[in-house]
Each structure stands twice: as C-alpha cells, then as structure tokens.
C-alpha cells in the first residue's frame, strides 16, 4: 500500500520494494522524457565536443585547409573565469548581540570549507557546465570518509526533476532524481548486504564505445556486422586492445522525494537507525520519533536504489529539510520548455563554423602564393609528367625546356585578398564574444594608452550588463547553499573542529549548556518564557530534539548576499561610487573598507560597539580623530571628475 502524493499518484511505502523500484523506473523515465523535450537539450553533447576542439569532419580534399581556430573553447573559458571570479560571499549575520559569536564562527567555518574541500573548483565546474548545457547542479553531502561536506558537480542531464513546479529551484519538484555510472564492484562493496541483488547494466567500455566517433570505435562495429565467424575472436581481441579493457557499471539512482506519509499505526515509529537495546537510542543526529498521526518525513524522503534493488530509504538526513542539490542556470527564461535555461554558447555555434571557414579560406589563398598555379604553354615541349613533377613551392628549383616555339611556362598567382575578407574572423569573433556576453579588455589596451577611468567605467557597464544578470543567477543559486551550509555546519561541524578553526574562539556557552559539545542552544525560541526568558519547566525535563532546535536557532542568523554584488566585475562601479562618497566625507573610512573588501579591518577593535549605521560610525570616529586624511600640500582636487590613471602609473585628479 500506499500514500496519494500531491499530483495524486501512490507513493509506495518502504515495505514495498518491489513496487517502489517499479515507482523509480517511472519516475526516471518520466525525468528523462521531461528534459529531452527542452529547448537545447540536442545541442549539449555537440557544444561540449566543440568546446574540446571536436568538430564535425567536413567532406574537403586533403589538398585543402583542414585548420580550425577553437574561438568557441576560449570564450568557454573565459566564461568560466569571469563567472567564478567572485568576491567573499559567505556571510551570515544577526540582529541579535547574543548569537554574534555564532554569526562569525558560521563564517569561519564557510571560508575553510569553500576551500579547504576545493568547493570553489566544483562552483567552476558547475559554471562550465553551465555554459555547455545551460543548467548544471551542485550536490553537498556529508561524506563519512572525510568527515566533512564535500560539493559535486552533476551534469543537469543526471539531474531528473519530476513534475516540478516552477523553473528556478530543484525545491519545487515533486521527486529529484540524481542518476550516476558507478562501478559495480564499488556499490557491492558500500552496501555488502545487497551485494547479491547488484548487477551490471552494461561494460562502461562498450557504451564509450558505442558513443564515440573514432577510427578504432568504427572499425569495431564495422567488424563487429561481419557475417563471417572467423573473425570474431580477431574482433574480441581488438576491442580489448583498442578499448583498454571492459568493466562492469551500474546505474545508481539517489531519489528524494516530498512524500506526505502518516503514521496510521496506534503507537511511535522510530525513524533512522536506532539501537535494539531496551531502550532504544538514535544512532545519529538524524533520527526522530514520528508520533500517532504524524508525518513520517516532515523533512523528505530518500532513497537510493539501482536498477534492480533498493539499497536505502529512509528520512531526510539533513536537518536543512530540503534537497541537498541547488539549481545552477546562468541565463534563465520563464517561457515554455526552458527548464535547463539557454547555454551561452548555443548563439555561437554556427558562428564558430563561420570562423572556421573564413581561416580556411586564408590559409588556402596563402598556399597559392607559396605554391601557385603552373601554366605550361603546350608548345614549349615540355611534357605533362614533367610539368608535374616540378614543386613551386621548394626552393632553389631549376628548369629545363627543350627547343620550340611557345612561351614555355610561368607561375601564375593570386590576387591580393579584399581587406574585409582578411578583416573577416577578428570581426566574427568579436561578434561571438559580444553575443556569448564576455568582454575583452584587451581591445581597449590594445590602442596604445590606457583609458581614463570614466571611459573604463563607460566600457565596463556597457560590456557587464550580461554579466550582471548573470550575476543575479548565481546569487540566487548560493544563497540556496549558504542556507543548506549554515544548518549543515550546525548539524555535524563539533566543538572539536570549531576549536581546530577558530581556538579558543570556537567555544560557545552553548557548548557547555545540558546539551553540551553542540552550536545549537538546548533552550532557544518557544523553550523560553517569553515574560521571563528563562526555560520553560517542561523543557528542562522533556527538552526539544536538536533538528527542530536548530531550525529555531537559525532563525536569528541570516545569508546576506546584495544584488549584484556577487562578481568582481559587477562590483567595479560600486567600488568606484564607495570612494567618491568617502573622499568626500559622506562615508566612514570602516564603511568604504567594507565594500572593497579588505580583510582584517578590525571593527570591534576601532568600534567597538558598532553603531550599525553610516551616520552613527562617523559621528563615532570623528570622535576619535579617525577621518580621511588629505595631504596639505599642492591645489585640491574638486572631484569633479573620478580619478584618472596615466601611463606612468601617477594618478591625476581634476583640480
């Protein structure tokens, strides 16, 4: 049996595995059928391969140009540096003085896991994968082999949404599918228990095969059609030469799902792994007791399941409650059958073709001057297979022709190429830069002087207005993350490790309360008297579960990120716009350090209680003689115009 979900389709219930592999299947294929039907889902497998240098073989003579200039790889790469060129984003916060200690430790420790678990490579793989595909997922897990959080980059072809409700959150579906290739001996060994229910779906080393375009692949399956049996141990032979080997792989399905399930037994279900003792105890901070009538997974289902066994399914084990994946799409639009959004470089295919053709063409009329035509006149006496024979293009050649008439014979070149044909692939690939919405610079550096900063300021608006949006996107997506992190820092991040990060900062009354050793408060929220704030009696002896403390806990910090603040290059004219401000005295110096991002201002030791407004932090530092200092030498600039940087490196202010 069953439950009806919200679209009205029976869940299967745990008890029920054949059924529920059976509700998988569906699910998958329903997942796949759903992003197959997207606009620029066929065009994913070949962008990736024109990003790799792989285009399609055209059908030339090898006499022709074969050369292909790879503008579409570069601007993939530029699209991945001048999307992950961010600024410090990880920034918790609170109104409330007493949960400040916690607000910069939840920093401290987003800053050591952002890099010390490569988060920021798996970010920038989700940005190429992005810039491929038009949408790409990152996965955060809690990986027991390291004891931390790691992010994986998912393709978002692995990433089956089922029936979601909106286009812009993996939160919003119904079911979400991460669908893997795993080796099949790697799942036996993780789950020995189903060892013998975990098959192979097929040698990995056949399906490259199958999907590959080589020589090799080619005359394997041309071999492999071959009616005659003589050859197929020569066949056996040389596919596992050609291929290196066969292994065998396993699709492995992680499905989490919103499943509305009530406990219609008369007594409380244990949720998670718990002891057999007399008294059974939760075996990980995930575990809960589902009441009489209560829903069994308040915060999700999981599942974990291959094709033909069912190797986990259980709550949620993130106290965050939501899908432990978040939706990576640069360039969204809420139109029909745009649910992976658009890939930047989908716009530039055809021009990368163009360009590939333009530099074929010059390079074939740069072989006709080294090697031009032959024009033999037939009454010079020289034969044809001598004619042929002579190579314009080598050096030091001599000649012969036999007495007659006729002129005997010349070289017969080309001529000159039009300017605009020559012109032609700097401006297709500037055109493919402008449309894939990365600027270059360089253009700019390029005529000899460097610009005044207003004209810098000018191009960098005009070139990041793309960038900017995409910006938006991204932020977006990490604050979907930084939310996740801040329960899962919470949920597994011990005062052990707190201390290793921050010393003796890292300890908090909150680690020495009746639950110690834990960031999160044993009373917080509706434990305390709101009269009185001291606990509640019934708390003190029955006190709340720690997964529905934190989420209370957590409601008094918060993940800042400001529009359009997340790119370094989306973060240029406000930079310039802080400095102007505080030049003249509408600022404080703390405030302006702030926004450029420098580290180790030290506002608790020049502030001391922050005043939290501009008004009041300079009414507070003037107090203390800590302004903008201006040099009494020399005429003052009257800051008509921003600052302007010369070539000698000296900076000139308009007087």
Request: proline content about 7%; hydrophobic content about 35%; glycine content about 8%.
């Given at each position: 049996?069953?439950?009806?979900?919200?679209?009205?389709?029976?869940?299967?219930?745990?008890?029920?595995?054949?059924?529920?592999?059976?509700?998988?299947?569906?699910?998958?294929?329903?997942?796949?059928?759903?992003?197959?039907?997207?606009?620029?889902?066929?065009?994913?497998?070949?962008?990736?391969?024109?990003?790799?240098?792989?285009?399609?073989?055209?059908?030339?003579?090898?006499?022709?140009?074969?050369?292909?200039?790879?503008?579409?790889?570069?601007?993939?790469?530029?699209?991945?540096?001048?999307?992950?060129?961010?600024?410090?984003?990880?920034?918790?916060?609170?109104?409330?003085?007493?949960?400040?200690?916690?607000?910069?430790?939840?920093?401290?420790?987003?800053?050591?896991?952002?890099?010390?678990?490569?988060?920021?490579?798996?970010?920038?793989?989700?940005?190429?994968?992005?810039?491929?595909?038009?949408?790409?997922?990152?996965?955060?897990?809690?990986?027991?082999?390291?004891?931390?959080?790691?992010?994986?980059?998912?393709?978002?072809?692995?990433?089956?949404?089922?029936?979601?409700?909106?286009?812009?959150?993996?939160?919003?579906?119904?079911?979400?599918?991460?669908?893997?290739?795993?080796?099949?001996?790697?799942?036996?060994?993780?789950?020995?228990?189903?060892?013998?229910?975990?098959?192979?779906?097929?040698d990995a080393s056949t399906a490259e095969a199958a999907e590959a375009d080589t020589y090799s692949s080619k005359v394997i399956s041309a071999m492999g059609r071959s009616p005659f049996s003589l050859y197929k141990e020569a066949l056996a032979k040389a596919a596992a030469s050609m291929s290196g080997g066969k292994f065998p792989v396993t699709d492995l399905f992680t499905c989490y799902i919103h499943d509305p399930s009530i406990n219609k037994t008369d007594r409380v279900k244990l949720m998670g792994p718990w002891s057999h003792d007399a008294r059974p105890r939760p075996l990980r901070n995930w575990c809960y007791e589902v009441d009489p009538g209560e829903r069994l997974y308040p915060g999700g289902r999981t599942v974990v399941a291959t094709n033909g066994a069912v190797l986990y399914d259980g709550p949620n084990s993130y106290w965050h409650d939501q899908f432990p994946v978040s939706k990576l799409t640069l360039i969204q639009?809420?139109?029909?059958?745009?649910?992976?959004?658009?890939?930047?470089?989908?716009?530039?295919?055809?021009?990368?073709?163009?360009?590939?053709?333009?530099?074929?063409?010059?390079?074939?009329?740069?072989?006709?001057?080294?090697?031009?035509?032959?024009?033999?006149?037939?009454?010079?006496?020289?034969?044809?297979?001598?004619?042929?024979?002579?190579?314009?293009?080598?050096?030091?050649?001599?000649?012969?022709?036999?007495?007659?008439?006729?002129?005997?014979?010349?070289?017969?070149?080309?001529?000159?190429?039009?300017?605009?044909?020559?012109?032609?692939?700097?401006?297709?690939i500037g055109r493919m830069r402008s449309i894939a919405q990365t600027f270059d610079m360089q253009s700019v550096l390029n005529k000899g002087q460097l610009p005044a900063n207003e004209t810098l300021t000018a191009f960098m608006s005009a070139q990041t207005s793309g960038v900017r949006m995409m910006s938006r996107t991204l932020e977006a997506c990490m604050s979907e993350v930084g939310t996740q992190m801040a329960f899962n820092f919470v949920q597994n991040y011990t005062k052990a490790m707190r201390l290793t990060l921050l010393g003796p900062l890292g300890a908090t009354p909150q680690d020495f309360d009746i639950d110690p050793s834990v960031l999160v408060p044993a009373f917080v929220g509706d434990d305390l008297d709101p009269a009185t704030g001291s606990p509640k009696p019934e708390r003190l002896t029955s006190p709340r579960t720690r997964r529905s403390r934190a989420k209370d806990y957590l409601r008094y910090l918060s993940f800042d990120v400001k529009p359009n603040s997340m790119?370094?290059?989306?973060?240029?004219?406000?930079?310039?716009?802080?400095?102007?401000?505080?030049?003249?005295?509408?600022?404080?110096?703390?405030?302006?350090?702030?926004?450029m991002d420098f580290p180790n201002i030290g506002q608790d030791q020049i502030l001391g209680e922050d005043p939290g407004t501009v008004v009041g932090r300079l009414l507070k530092l003037s107090e203390m003689n800590i302004v903008g200092q201006v040099s009494s030498a020399g005429r003052k600039s009257s800051g008509q115009n921003p600052p302007q940087l010369k070539g000698s490196g000296a900076i000139s202010e308009t007087t």
């Amino acid at each position: 049996m069953g439950v009806l979900g919200d679209s009205g389709v029976i869940i299967p219930v745990a008890d029920d595995p054949l059924n529920l592999l059976g509700y998988l299947r569906e699910a998958v294929q329903e997942g796949d059928n759903f992003l197959r039907s997207q606009h620029g889902y066929l065009k994913i497998d070949l962008t990736q391969r024109m990003i790799m240098g792989e285009f399609a073989a055209d059908l030339r003579s090898a006499d022709l140009s074969q050369v292909t200039d790879n503008e579409f790889g570069s601007i993939a790469l530029q699209l991945q540096a001048q999307n992950t060129d961010t600024r410090p984003f990880f920034l918790y916060s609170t109104k409330n003085p007493s949960y400040s200690a916690q607000a910069r430790m939840l920093n401290a420790c987003a800053e050591h896991w952002w890099r010390a678990r490569q988060a920021n490579m798996r970010f920038s793989d989700g940005i190429s994968g992005c810039a491929a595909g038009g949408t790409s997922c990152l996965w955060t897990t809690w990986n027991p082999d390291i004891a931390d959080y790691e992010m994986r980059y998912i393709d978002g072809r692995d990433a089956l949404p089922v029936r979601p409700s909106s286009y812009h959150s993996y939160q919003d579906c119904e079911l979400l599918i991460i669908r893997q290739e795993r080796s099949t001996n790697e799942l036996k060994r993780r789950w020995p228990s189903h060892a013998d229910e975990i098959t192979k779906d097929r040698d990995a080393s056949t399906a490259e095969a199958a999907e590959a375009d080589t020589y090799s692949s080619k005359v394997i399956s041309a071999m492999g059609r071959s009616p005659f049996s003589l050859y197929k141990e020569a066949l056996a032979k040389a596919a596992a030469s050609m291929s290196g080997g066969k292994f065998p792989v396993t699709d492995l399905f992680t499905c989490y799902i919103h499943d509305p399930s009530i406990n219609k037994t008369d007594r409380v279900k244990l949720m998670g792994p718990w002891s057999h003792d007399a008294r059974p105890r939760p075996l990980r901070n995930w575990c809960y007791e589902v009441d009489p009538g209560e829903r069994l997974y308040p915060g999700g289902r999981t599942v974990v399941a291959t094709n033909g066994a069912v190797l986990y399914d259980g709550p949620n084990s993130y106290w965050h409650d939501q899908f432990p994946v978040s939706k990576l799409t640069l360039i969204q639009f809420p139109y029909p059958k745009c649910y992976l959004g658009k890939a930047p470089l989908w716009d530039i295919i055809e021009w990368q073709r163009e360009l590939n053709e333009s530099q074929r063409a010059i390079a074939d009329h740069t072989r006709k001057f080294v090697e031009p035509d032959l024009v033999v006149d037939q009454n010079s006496g020289l034969s044809r297979s001598s004619a042929e024979k002579i190579r314009t293009r080598k050096a030091g050649g001599t000649f012969f022709k036999r007495p007659g008439p006729g002129d005997g014979f010349r070289f017969e070149y080309p001529p000159p190429l039009p300017a605009e044909i020559i012109n032609r692939p700097d401006a297709i690939i500037g055109r493919m830069r402008s449309i894939a919405q990365t600027f270059d610079m360089q253009s700019v550096l390029n005529k000899g002087q460097l610009p005044a900063n207003e004209t810098l300021t000018a191009f960098m608006s005009a070139q990041t207005s793309g960038v900017r949006m995409m910006s938006r996107t991204l932020e977006a997506c990490m604050s979907e993350v930084g939310t996740q992190m801040a329960f899962n820092f919470v949920q597994n991040y011990t005062k052990a490790m707190r201390l290793t990060l921050l010393g003796p900062l890292g300890a908090t009354p909150q680690d020495f309360d009746i639950d110690p050793s834990v960031l999160v408060p044993a009373f917080v929220g509706d434990d305390l008297d709101p009269a009185t704030g001291s606990p509640k009696p019934e708390r003190l002896t029955s006190p709340r579960t720690r997964r529905s403390r934190a989420k209370d806990y957590l409601r008094y910090l918060s993940f800042d990120v400001k529009p359009n603040s997340m790119l370094k290059a989306a973060h240029q004219d406000e930079e310039l716009k802080y400095m102007q401000l505080a030049r003249g005295g509408f600022i404080d110096p703390v405030t302006m350090l702030e926004r450029m991002d420098f580290p180790n201002i030290g506002q608790d030791q020049i502030l001391g209680e922050d005043p939290g407004t501009v008004v009041g932090r300079l009414l507070k530092l003037s107090e203390m003689n800590i302004v903008g200092q201006v040099s009494s030498a020399g005429r003052k600039s009257s800051g008509q115009n921003p600052p302007q940087l010369k070539g000698s490196g000296a900076i000139s202010e308009t007087t």
